[in-house]
Each structure stands twice: as C-alpha cells, then as structure tokens.
C-alpha cells in the first residue's frame, strides 16, 4: 500500500514539474490563451456570470464559441471582452479574431463592422500579419484589388521564402495585381 501511494506521489510530482517546465520555457505565450487550461465552454460561461468584468475569460469563451462554430455568440463574447479589458483592447489579434468570427456570422463576408474591426487592428499594429492578411482579403472582396495587392505585399516579406504560405500569398498578390490592371491571366500568357 506504501509503495502505491509512493509511486503515485512520484507521479503527481512529475507532472506538476513537466507542467511548470512548459509553462516557463515558453515566455512569448499569448496571455489570453487557455493553453493547457482543462476549461470548457460551459464553465467559462459560469465563470463570465459570476465574474462580468473578467475580460480575459470572454475572449477565451469567444475562442471556445468560435472553435465550436457558434459565430454570433463568439462575436458577443469577443465584443464583451474588449469592452471588459484594456489587454485585450490593445491586442490587435483579438480585434482580428473578432472580425473573423464576426464575418463568418454575417455569412463569411467582411465587409461593414468586420472590415472596421480589421482597420482598429491595423491602426494598434499597421503590419500585424493577420490585420494585413484580412485587409488585404476585405479589399479583394470589395473589388479593390489594388489594395488588396498593397496590404499582401506588406505582409509577404514576414512569410519565409520557399513556404507554401509564400507561394499562395505571391500567387495572390499578382492575381490581384493583374485583376487592378484589368487583365486576366489568359491576356498575360498571350502578350
């Protein structure tokens, strides 16, 4: 009986260390991230309940609620949490996140409220990689391809050369490119 509750004491502290380890070799962590935090959805909707003012824990429910495709609920959750917490408010990924769930609620289109979530991101971070990327796609949408290209030749420097993300944003960018010109990749082929 000694040797069970021995070994399972061993047990017990090696992962509290192995835990301690990943938590503290990892200082660039996203502090509105869950991690490894065992939290669902119905406890984080408890937790905003009893703690309105909680905005880290309305991002993470707009996250779980945006995982699980529950768009118009995420977007609250994201809009309760910027309003509840000036961390969040200055994370221009969070602003991100909520254009996106937002978009997705309006049938994947963002254009409107979305579109002016992306510019709030943009304006915190004028090359944060997601803004960029979204601006670039909100413009595309619109029709604007010329933006579109702008935003996308920001960001194509901050992708490593030689990835398939690279490629399909370089791709992208002169599809754009040629959409603003007026010419289709046909006319480029024949000229």
């Not at 824990?57 to 309003?83: I, K, Q, S």
């Not at 030749?153 to 399909?168: D, I, R, V």
Request: hydrophobic letters at 50%; glycine letters at 8%; one cysteine or more.
């Amino acid at each position: 009986m000694k040797t069970a509750y021995l070994v399972s004491g061993v047990a017990i502290v090696g992962v509290a260390m192995a835990a301690a380890i990943l938590v503290f070799a990892v200082p660039d962590a996203d502090p509105l991230d869950a991690g490894t935090l065992p939290v669902t959805r119905d406890a984080l909707k408890a937790h905003v309940e009893r703690a309105p003012r909680d905005g880290r824990a309305w991002v993470l429910l707009a996250r779980a609620e945006l995982e699980a495709d529950r768009f118009r609920e995420a977007a609250d959750a994201y809009e309760r949490g910027l309003a509840s917490s000036r961390k969040a408010a200055l994370d221009p990924g969070v602003w991100c996140e909520y254009a996106d769930a937002l978009g997705m609620a309006q049938g994947g289109r963002l254009e409107g409220r979305p579109r002016e979530l992306i510019e709030r991101a943009l304006a915190l971070n004028a090359v944060h990689p997601r803004a960029l990327e979204m601006a670039g796609s909100a413009a595309y949408e619109r029709g604007d391809f010329a933006v579109a290209a702008r935003y996308w030749k920001q960001l194509l420097p901050q992708l490593a050369a030689g990835t398939p993300a690279h490629g399909e944003l370089a791709a992208a960018v002169a599809r754009a490119e040629r959409k603003a010109a007026g010419r289709s990749p046909l006319t480029d082929r024949a000229g």
